[in-house]
């Protein structure tokens, strides 16, 4: 509100005094409040719970806001910039700015150092660093109104230019916004990572979880003020597929309890660094294996060398190094025996190797019921 009311009472001064640096001024002014309206109003939409439209939610309405906001900042300090020089190049009128502007630009510049210095007391006490920056919008203020001081002094002093010459400094003020708000939104839209302190500290924070081996491929991305990411992490490769779920859970729960602002991580777990290449790539997967597990089987069984029951119970796969091992659990009987899972895995290893698939694998007896 205070922003506002200055806003308007510097543009009017401004107009009426004939001082180019006061309404620029009071465009500066207003920016300050255009800029927290719109975040408001940008940050009340962008809450909203993600949908089927919008699965990754609302937030980036706040960026392309902020973009927008810049863009419409720019074209304003652009239009101060071209009055201003039009004056410069057409002195011959008597355009001297009155006591009027003297008189709001010091009221101006005192009540925002005076708002500045309570704000950041208050900040530095509650330990509120978004507070403390927030202040410095009114000391940004305070500067403007320093130079309107500036210009309109040696406007009144015979100096000419100065007026005009203080609109295109503050003009740059109003620029300098502009740029830092539209930077900032751009590089939100185009994917920008956060910064590599953080970056370390997120890899940190992966690396103790127990479980994870090593971890690659972090890529982090801002919506609104939410962190978004997702990162490889590298895990023993002969864990259940849920424990190593489990420890990727882990490593979302750690994640979010030490990065402020982190709201969603993927973490795609990897038996092995595939950083470079995929050597498993070209592996056959389960039906191929399946298939030729169940031919041999069916051989050896109407060859007499196992009977109808040695049927496998579980088949497990592992791709390592670009080479496929084969794990085949068969029920426990009295008939099981170390030359029978030897038998067993030499005919399968054969039959895999006929399909082009060659495999190194391994028959394991174990309890029925598993």
């Not at 180019?20 to 409040?33: E, K, P, R, T, Y």
């Not at 309109?152 to 740029?179: C, E, Q, S, Y």
């Not at 939410?226 to 849920?242: F, M, Q, R, T, Y």
């Not at 170390?338 to 028959?363: D, F, H, M, N, Y």
Request: proline share 4%; hydrophobic share 45%; aromatic share 6%.
């Amino acid at each position: 509100m205070l922003d506002l009311v200055l806003g308007i009472v510097k543009i009017i001064v401004g107009f009426v005094s004939h001082s180019q640096a006061l309404v620029a001024d009071g465009v500066h002014s207003f920016s300050d409040l255009a800029s927290d309206v719109l975040v408001i109003a940008a940050a009340r939409h962008a809450s909203q719970a993600p949908d089927q439209a919008h699965p990754y939610g609302h937030g980036r309405i706040q960026t392309a806001a902020s973009v927008l906001l810049a863009g419409s900042l720019m074209v304003v300090a652009l239009g101060i910039v071209w009055g201003s020089l039009a004056r410069l190049q057409n002195m011959t009128l008597n355009l001297q700015p009155g006591y009027w502007v003297l008189i709001v630009a010091i009221g101006s510049a005192l009540l925002k150092e005076g708002i500045y210095r309570y704000t950041v007391r208050s900040a530095r006490r509650i330990g509120s660093q978004l507070l403390e920056a927030n202040a410095w919008h009114s000391r940004s203020d305070a500067f403007s109104s320093l130079v309107v001081i500036a210009g309109t002094v040696g406007a009144i002093a015979g100096v000419r230019w100065a007026d005009p010459a203080a609109a295109i400094m503050v003009a740059g003020l109003i620029t300098h916004v502009a740029w830092k708000i539209g930077r900032e939104g751009f590089n939100e839209l185009i994917d920008t990572g956060v910064s590599y302190d953080l970056a370390k500290e997120i890899e940190n924070e992966i690396l103790q979880v127990d479980g994870v081996r090593e971890m690659h491929q972090l890529r982090t991305r801002k919506m609104g003020s939410e962190i978004l990411a997702d990162v490889h992490i590298h895990v023993s490769p002969k864990i259940s597929v849920s424990e190593g779920h489990r420890i990727g859970d882990a490593v979302n729960e750690r994640l979010e309890q030490k990065t402020p602002g982190l709201r969603e991580v993927v973490v795609h777990i990897d038996p092995e660094d595939d950083d470079q290449q995929q050597p498993s790539i070209n592996l056959p997967l389960r039906p191929k294996i399946a298939d030729a597990v169940k031919v041999t089987f069916e051989k050896l069984q109407d060859t007499g060398f196992i009977s109808q029951t040695d049927s496998p119970s579980n088949i497990v796969l592992h791709y390592l190094e670009g080479k496929l091992s084969v794990e085949i659990w068969i029920p426990l009987t009295n008939r099981s025996s170390t030359a029978l899972a030897r038998k067993i895995g030499t005919t399968v290893a054969e039959q895999l190797k006929q399909s082009t698939c060659p495999a190194e694998v391994t028959v394991l007896f174990v309890p029925r019921g598993l």
